[in-house]
């Protein structure tokens, strides 16, 4: 594999290099959750959709860590690796791994170990309760495999080959797909056959992403150190807000499958339709998501290089295709709402289906703005504009999320929930034009000013603690 050199070359061809397989290599989440939702729906029914819904907001505890770390590691990784720092690359990784994997062991052990408390914390029913423990003993158990696959994904994708990413990506979907298959529509172990097959799916991809490094052709290497430790709290200061914004989301669930149950015109059949409405912003978010992704190791790198006119470029390159996709989702849950929402629903379930479908009309608004919100986010990220980028991802996450949710429904019944979404992105894209409007031309300023050289010894030693 030929290493890529992001500070020369045409900016827009290596975008698009890095966007195909980051696309797909950030589906790896979402994919799972849509073929449990699929055979689940199909399989199971509208309970089923229900008790994965309420479970989902645990779940994501797992992504939550993959971010502040993955997120929060890679954003160092790209300007070390423009400064040519080698020996931080190697400690940077490492501890993202170290504490991911221990982080993961923790939830494994507190998770199996206060299984029924948790259940019960997430609302479920005396009906739906079996059905959501169910869901989550082999998720809770697999938690490392998990974190793992996320976190090492993030930092390949740096590092050169997002290729490699994409691969596993396919190699667990594929995996997770086949499993699913069998173990709920031929076995019919109902939900606790597609959590095993989604959590055991990180493992193949996990096992595909190791050959990165058996290329010998990384520039990161795991060689656990005391040094390392030394770069967490840059990581986790880097990291934070992805990682706020990711709890923030389970919390949001949380409180959405609350609020349905008890809202007029609501219900377990309301919270079903939820399900469904938030696994497709689940995947429209990775997706979204991805091109931000695309643009950080470019924007980080020639940070570190001193390149301010390819840093320019590649936000231009990122904003038009955020802008862009984002109307196109849009367009696509417009016109054919009735069908996507169908296509997880048993036959002769037409409640479901006129719930989702007026549901997911409202809700695809908030796909305008997601994909710009996102993109400066990233991009904030990659510049070390860690303030800013973590006050935009508490606003679009708790602030404005949380405010909506709990106000809109008042005024405008079930409409003002799926309503809620919509509101808080288009109050983060205000946000975003102002921040970029303070932060970007100072920022742009002092690199070019500073040019960011290679770091003499001293500061490679000290650079870690800033």
Not at 196 to 215: D, K, Q
Request: aromatic content about 10%; charged content about 10%.
């Amino acid at each position: 594999m030929k290493q890529k050199d992001l500070t020369r070359g045409p900016i827009l061809k290596q975008f698009v290099s890095y966007l195909i397989p980051t696309m797909l290599g950030t589906l790896s989440v979402s994919t799972f959750a849509f073929v449990d939702m699929l055979f689940v729906g199909k399989g199971v029914g509208s309970d089923g959709l229900a008790v994965l819904s309420l479970a989902l907001p645990f779940v994501i505890v797992g992504g939550a860590v993959s971010l502040l770390l993955g997120i929060g590691g890679c954003t160092i990784l790209g300007i070390e690796m423009g400064r040519k720092n080698t020996r931080a690359q190697t400690e940077i990784f490492s501890v993202c791994m170290t504490v991911g994997l221990i982080i993961g062991g923790l939830i494994t052990v507190f998770g199996l170990l206060f299984l029924d408390p948790i259940t019960h914390f997430l609302g479920a029913s005396e009906e739906l309760f079996d059905g959501v423990k169910q869901y989550l003993i082999p998720l809770t158990a697999t938690q490392m495999l998990y974190i793992a696959n996320q976190i090492i994904g993030f930092f390949i994708r740096v590092d050169g080959d997002p290729r490699t990413v994409m691969y596993a990506t396919i190699a667990s979907n594929g995996f997770n797909i086949l499993f699913d298959y069998i173990l709920v529509m031929v076995v019919h172990w109902g939900v606790f056959g597609a959590s095993l097959a989604t959590g055991l799916a990180p493992g193949v991809g996990l096992l595909v992403n190791c050959s990165h490094f058996w290329r010998k052709k990384n520039k990161i290497h795991l060689r656990p150190s005391r040094s390392m430790f030394r770069w967490l709290p840059r990581v986790c200061k880097n990291g934070f807000g992805s990682c706020v914004s990711e709890v923030a989301s389970s919390f949001s669930i949380f409180c959405y499958n609350s609020i349905l149950l008890k809202i007029p015109g609501g219900g377990a059949l309301a919270v079903a339709a939820y399900s469904v409405i938030s696994n497709i912003d689940f995947i429209s978010f990775s997706l979204a998501n991805s091109i931000g992704q695309s643009a950080q190791p470019m924007v980080g790198v020639n940070c570190g290089a001193g390149n301010t006119a390819r840093v320019k470029k590649a936000i231009k390159i990122t904003y038009l295709f955020a802008g862009a996709f984002g109307l196109l989702l849009f367009g696509v849950f417009e016109l054919i709402p009735s069908q996507v929402i169908g296509a997880f629903a048993k036959a002769g379930e037409t409640g479901l289906i006129a719930i989702g479908t007026h549901g997911l009309r409202l809700y695809s608004f908030a796909f305008i703005t997601m994909a710009v919100n996102l993109a400066t986010i990233a991009l904030l990220q990659a510049m070390e504009c860690s303030g800013s980028a973590n006050l935009l991802s508490v606003c679009k996450g708790v602030i404005f999320m949380l405010a909506s949710l709990f106000t809109l429904p008042f005024a405008l019944g079930l409409d003002g929930v799926w309503l809620a979404k919509p509101v808080s992105e288009l109050a983060t894209l205000v946000l975003c034009a102002v921040l970029l409007v303070r932060v970007l031309p100072g920022r742009l300023l002092q690199v070019e000013q500073a040019g960011l050289q290679p770091p003499s010894e001293k500061q490679q030693r000290d650079t870690g603690k800033a």
